[in-house]
């Protein structure tokens, strides 16, 4: 199918057209970046009404990068999908609210889509060499600033977490350690940039904790231990190092940036060295803004390497939130349809 696809579920206002799951049409990002920078974080409202006063004009721009010249381009579309959950949820009710609109205006279906398997699918976005390939069972790793998932993907469109954050996500992490060093909004990108300066020991240089989640901690049914992680310790460690050790200068931030950076990769690639073990898995698949990071990138192609599966990891533009991702798996028909999507509310704790 062609799908036009919606994404707000957090401070990116996002419209894409997506044909037979791969071929990208067009994809607008309207990002909100400068609007929660000066509070060092999204801001929950701003976001949402960002997103109201955007959104429209977006969907217009993305019909026609999709269709030029077309007199009639929503003509070209034949379904409607949107990110249902999970994120913000005043941020996805303006995105599913618009799309339910559509569908009804359009007399179109409406697809539901789960924005981390949207993540999963962004590495088969403009590929279409990928089709029919061998890649299944595979693993998943949806690595972004709201979401540190490991999931069990044993066919096209099948879904099983394995073990994710107990608290806090990788990119809050780096987003809390670049307030806290003084390096602005959003954190990663200057985290990784630092650390990329500074001389190959300095990945060693201070031993931060790995975020080991203990075999008797109380988890849901199915997620594994050795595949769960927290956070919320490593940056408590990072202020106690700081507070007692103050940075004089960039060489010594960049120091600090390269060993906190390296415990966020380690932990992940630990993980990822679990769960592949015995898995039987063909592939890796690898999405969410995270997936950037120039370490754990290194990282992931040794890991599968050493393991002998196919590492899929999405084109730079299809890493952060976007929707043509959202289009993608939608018009791949792995999406949730029928006449019960307009009854549907958005769900912000939409499992996987």
């Known amino acids: 199918m062609t799908v036009l696809g919606i994404e707000s579920s957090c401070d990116e206002t996002a419209v894409a057209v997506v044909r037979d799951g791969d071929e990208v049409l067009a994809s607008v990002v309207y990002s909100q970046v400068p609007l929660h920078r000066p509070y060092g974080g999204v801001v929950p409202e701003v976001a949402s009404r960002a997103h109201v006063e955007k959104i429209r004009g977006v969907a217009e721009e993305a019909l026609a990068q999709a269709f030029p010249g077309e007199p009639d381009p929503w003509a070209k579309v034949e379904a409607i999908a949107a990110t249902r959950g999970p994120g913000l949820a005043a941020a996805l009710l303006v995105g599913w ?18 924005h ?10 403009g590929r279409p060499g990928l089709r029919g390939a061998a890649l299944w069972p595979q693993l998943g790793l ?14 096209p469109g099948r879904f099983r977490l394995l073990g994710q954050t107990i608290d806090d996500a990788a990119g ?31 990945r060693r240089a201070i031993r931060f904790p790995e975020g080991r989640v203990s075999a ?16 919320s310790g490593l940056k408590t460690a990072l ?51 995270v997936s ?5 990138r290194e990282a992931l192609g040794a890991l599968a390497e050493r ?8 084109e730079p533009r299809y890493c952060g939130d976007n929707a043509a991702m959202i289009a993608g798996i939608a018009s791949a028909g792995l999406a949730g349809a029928g006449e019960g999507a307009l009854a549907l509310d958005v769900d912000p704790s939409l499992p996987i």
Request: hydrophobic share 45%.
């Open 97 to 114: 609210s618009f799309a339910k609109g559509l569908a009804l205006a359009l007399g179109k279906p409406l697809l539901a889509v789960n």
């Open 116 to 125: 981390m398997h949207a993540h999963l699918w962004s590495v088969r976005l």
């Open 142 to 155: 949806a690595v972004s600033g709201g979401h540190t998932a490991f999931v069990d993907c044993p066919a």
């Open 172 to 202: 809050e992490a780096f987003d809390k350690a670049a307030k806290l060093l003084g390096l602005g909004y959003p954190g990663g990108p200057a985290v990784d940039r630092l650390a990329r300066s500074a001389p190959p020991e300095a």
């Open 216 to 231: 008797g901690h109380p988890l849901p049914e199915g997620w594994r231990p050795e595949l769960c992680v927290s956070f």
């Open 239 to 289: 202020l106690t190092h700081v507070r007692r050790h103050p940075p004089q200068g960039e060489a010594e931030v960049a120091t600090i940036c390269a060993s906190y950076q390296t415990a966020i990769v380690g932990a992940l690639t630990r993980r990822l060295e679990a769960a592949l073990a015995g898995g039987g898995y063909r592939s890796l698949a690898v999405g969410g803004g």
């Open 292 to 296: 950037l990071n120039g370490q754990l």
């Open 307 to 314: 393991h002998g599966v196919a590492l899929l990891l999405a």
